[in-house]
């Protein structure tokens, strides 16, 4: 798509925030949600890294989101976000829609021994919600900086339990616009995966919890977050485990004996204490990050043979002048 075309959807040559209500001789539905072109992100990631979206999307509700993707002109690429803390937005930024599910897609809702969850909500939220209600199994969550989303799309996970070996349900949206529940038995799980089509967004989901203690499910969430506290860089700028451990090993062993600890590219660094994480020392920049990555897997692979793989996303385009080196512009995993 054009950037003329894109121009022209967000709002004419002169773009500017446009908020919904209405449609445009461009072809856009119109929304009640908002429409922003040239959308600053960075700062809405846990790398503090990359390029704005070329239009951000934060629909009012499911029926706002359904009625977009089903009006949008065909071929316009449509980007999901949760928290972005897996993510790597790339320099330039990402291209056509980049879509944000507000405050109206966060709502947690118990009920017996069931939590009912917007895929907007923070899974820290969600496990305090289930401490409360006196529901446990849902502890690990509280670690895990992301939303539920995102949570189902990586099929996260820490200390034993993953998002796929609690959920009863999802409802998610096909790129028409149509609404699909699925049950836990309709969808595979796998380390850091699951097979739900790409370009299908997760609206909601259903977990299921056992009864418990509310002092002892509170103790377990502190336990959690005074151990990662003491072994990972989580107050720093970074998206989490890198590489996905390769059957049999650990990344951070890989890493750590291809002497990369602390090894730097530009403002981004390999944490000197967790060393499967990349952190940005202050003024990283995506390439940066993304380039150090590559070069980690290139010492791990000379060293051991082995190759690591990307659990981090890395979405967008490489701005221009940083496009020597690293993954192909656009690659989006
Ligand atoms: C300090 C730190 C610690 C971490 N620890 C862990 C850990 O212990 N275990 C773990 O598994 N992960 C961990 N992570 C990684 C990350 O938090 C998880 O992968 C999390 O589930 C990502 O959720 P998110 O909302 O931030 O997704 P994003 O990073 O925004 O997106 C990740 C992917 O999910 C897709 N996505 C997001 N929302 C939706 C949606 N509604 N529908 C469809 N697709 C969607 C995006 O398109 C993207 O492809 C950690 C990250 C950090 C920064």
Redesign the pocket.
Known sequence: MSAAVLRAIAGGPHGGPRQGGSGNAAGLPPVRGSLRRDAALRDRT?FRVGGPAEILFEPADADDLATFMAGRPAGLPV?????????IVRDGGIPGITLR?SRSFADIAVSGQHLTVG??AA?VRVARAAQEAGLTGLEFLC?????I??????????YGA?IGGILDWVE?MEPSGRRRLLRRDEIAFGY?SCD?PED????AAGLRAQPGDPAGIAARMERIRSE?EAS???RAR????TFANPPGAKAWQLIDAAGCRGLRRGGAQVSEQHCNFLINTGDATAADLEDLGDEVRARVAASSGIQLHWEI?R?GRRAPDAMSGGAADGEVR
Do not use: F, K
């Open positions: 846990w980007t999901v976000l949760g928290l972005a803390s897996n993510l599910l895929a907007g899974d670690g895990i900086p992301g939303s989303g995102g949570a189902v799309r990586m099929n996260a996970g820490a993953e998610a850091r739900l299908w967004i997760v609206l990662r990972q860089p989580v970074t998206g989490g485990s996303r979405i």
